[in-house]
């Protein structure tokens, strides 16, 4: 089973930036496709973006032009930059990893961004 590690949330000021990394525990990571979702108090888990084996890549509406999602393959890793964020940016952020036989969670990345 692969296991994900998430890493670089914090606190930053609105129009501040970060960049959170998932370090798949697998090998087999360049056959995933790696999401990045967020889940703010009292809402429910939204995708923020994904990227395919392949490396195509798909946003939500609300960070389109402002979150970039990337893969580097040799190191196992998945990648989210943020840049502009603002207060509503505020979530817990899960790496995901899916294929036809796994669906597969990390523990999440808390972000919180200060008006």
């Known amino acids: 089973q692969v296991q994900l590690v998430e890493s670089g949330g914090g606190l930053v000021q609105a129009g501040g930036s970060l960049r959170l990394s998932c370090a798949a525990s697998?090998?087999?990571?360049?056959?995933?496709?790696m999401g990045w979702y967020r889940q703010a108090p009292g809402n429910q888990r939204e995708l923020v973006a994904a990227i395919t084996s392949g490396g195509s890549t798909t946003y939500a509406d609300s960070v389109k032009g402002r979150f970039t999602i990337s893969r580097d393959n040799a190191k196992n890793t998945v990648f989210l930059q943020m840049n502009s964020l603002k207060p509503e940016d505020t979530a817990v952020y899960y790496c995901?990893?899916?294929?036809?036989?796994?669906?597969?969670w990390g523990r999440g990345a808390l972000v919180t961004v200060s008006s």
């Open positions: 995901n990893a899916r294929n036809t036989a796994l669906n597969v």
């Open positions: 697998r090998s087999t990571f360049s056959s995933y496709t």
